[in-house]
């Protein structure tokens, strides 16, 4: 288990780019198993949920061209389904939770889909049903096994377009409906669909492989089922999470920075929540100019009431973000309640910042209230282990503005999602040591 060392009260300066979006990079691979015909993906970051289901990927036959550190030609032309049997496949696809995409594509092409209770963050419930009541609606049976870790099965001789309600606007549970109903005889609606840019994209490029989707942006997606996918081109947006996480930083540690190529018109409600802990950020043609603030403040609401910061599905504000947010509040001047509706697990890493000296108050497991210092305070450098992968850069970025040294163990949570993030933000002026 690797470990960071960090010293707390360097400032950052000068450029950063965003890595290609995790969330979308995960959806977007699968997708590749769709179509016999190459398919070129760009802008694919290299951290390791993305490395491991590239390498999964492989492993299914699928051959995979490397262009340039971050374009990869995927050729799905031969995939060996019987894969999905072997105890390599458990493993590998229980290591992370975008395996689970492989669901859709794997059903409407070969027939029938595999896979074991997926990985990703342990941030409460995280249930599936969404996806097998989707896949139900096509035609699929489903079977779930509770031994050996649990397994769940799909299969199908052939899928057929019907309407559907979705349960949950789930994301996953979107982009693996969709990727079924693409190759279904007839027309799906999916309404309560998800729309985050992920989907945006996913459903842009399946457009662009010989899909007809409409609706796309909506909460209501029609797909018109066509016979065959052909190959495509597609470049990864880039880490819309990963961008929230340089502005909270830059906040924190009164640093100076500028974050290149945004795609800003696809950050939504992202900077609009980011201003109202009241730090400035400046748009620059595509990049977001982030000024060191010795002080920022809180907005109350319109009728002077408190701030209440809270997660949603798309266009609302992401949860991915919301730990993020909770950090950066610890210098900000004023008090705002923190609202975790989606997960339920994903708050109790206040516990390590409350050591470090922050005035938190966790009211129950989706709700905290932060006391901002206006710098009055700050934090100290302690030990601490991160428990998921937002939590760990909302860790990290304490430990960045706090006094003295801090360790963060349990690193990989945060390579799960975040590109050699100690590199590039010792480039800015940080004093990050992987031990
Ligand atoms: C690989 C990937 O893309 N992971 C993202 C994906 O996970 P994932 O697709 O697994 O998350 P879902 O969208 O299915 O839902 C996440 C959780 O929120 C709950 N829920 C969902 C929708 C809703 O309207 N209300 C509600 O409470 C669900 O019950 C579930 O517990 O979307 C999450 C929600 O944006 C993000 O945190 C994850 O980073
Ligand atoms: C929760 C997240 O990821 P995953 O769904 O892969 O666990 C995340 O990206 O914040």
Same mark, same amino acid.
């Given at each position: !288990? ?82 999905? $049997? ?9 290591? +992370? ?17 595999? /896979? ?6 342990? /941030? ?11 896949? !139900? ?5 489903? &079977? ?31 982009? &693996? ?14 309404? =309560? ?11 842009? !490029?399946?457009?662009? !492989? ?10 209501? +997606? ?11 081109? =597609?470049?990864? +947006? ?58 920022? $403040?809180?907005?109350?609401? /319109? ?33 705002? +309640? ?71 163990? &349990? ?25």
């Amino acid at each position: !288990m690797a470990s960071f060392k960090v010293t707390g009260g360097r400032k950052l300066s000068g450029e950063i780019t965003p890595q290609g979006a995790k969330n979308e990079a995960l959806q977007i691979l699968c997708a590749v198993v769709l179509t016999a015909e190459p398919v070129t993906i760009h802008n694919i970051p290299n951290i390791r949920d993305v490395n491991q289901l590239i390498d999964l990927l492989g492993d299914m036959g699928v051959k995979i061209r490397r262009l340039s550190e971050s374009s990869v030609e995927f050729d799905a032309s031969q995939v060996n389904i019987d894969y999905l $049997e072997s105890e390599t496949y458990k493993a590998k696809a229980a290591a +992370l939770r975008g395996s689970v995409m492989l669901l859709g594509p794997t059903l409407a092409r070969f027939k029938k889909g595999r /896979i074991p209770s997926p990985g990703g963050d342990k /941030i409460g419930r995280r249930r599936l049903d969404t996806h097998f009541m989707g896949f !139900m609606k096509l035609g699929a049976k489903f &079977n779930y096994s509770a031994e050996d870790g649990g397994f769940y099965e799909v299969d199908a001789s052939h899928l057929t377009g019907a309407y559907m309600l979705l349960d949950e606007a789930s994301v996953t549970g979107t982009a &693996n409906i969709l990727m079924a109903a693409v190759l279904a005889k007839g027309t799906t609606t999916i309404y =309560h669909a998800a729309c985050e840019p992920y989907i945006q994209q996913l459903c842009k !490029m399946l457009n662009r !492989m010989g899909a007809k989707i409409s609706g796309i942006g909506s909460n209501l +997606l029609t797909i018109e089922g066509v016979e065959i996918l052909g190959g495509t081109e =597609h470049t990864m +947006l880039p880490d819309m999470i990963e961008i929230g996480s340089f502005i909270g930083m830059a906040a924190m540690t009164q640093s100076e920075i500028t974050i290149k190529n945004c795609k800003i018109p696809e950050l939504g409600i992202i900077p609009d929540v980011f201003r109202k802990l009241g730090i400035k950020l400046e748009f620059r043609g595509d990049d977001i100019f982030v000024p060191a603030q010795e002080h920022y $403040e809180l907005e109350n609401f /319109i009728d002077g009431s408190m701030l209440t910061i809270s997660d949603h599905p798309w266009p609302g504000f992401t949860p991915d973000l919301l730990s993020i947010i909770l950090v950066t509040a610890i210098q900000a001047k004023g008090t705002v +309640l923190i609202h975790q509706k989606m997960f339920e697990s994903r708050l109790f890493f206040v516990d390590r910042l409350i050591e470090m000296g922050a005035q938190i108050i966790l009211c129950d497991p989706h709700r905290a209230t932060v006391v901002g210092f206006d710098r009055k305070q700050n934090l100290k450098g302690i030990r601490m282990s991160s428990p998921d992968i937002r939590a760990g850069v909302s860790l990290l970025i304490a430990a960045m503005s706090a006094t003295g040294t801090s360790i963060i163990d &349990n690193i990989e949570q945060i390579d799960r999602g975040y590109q050699n993030i100690d590199t590039r933000l010792n480039a800015l002026g940080a004093e990050i040591v992987r031990i």
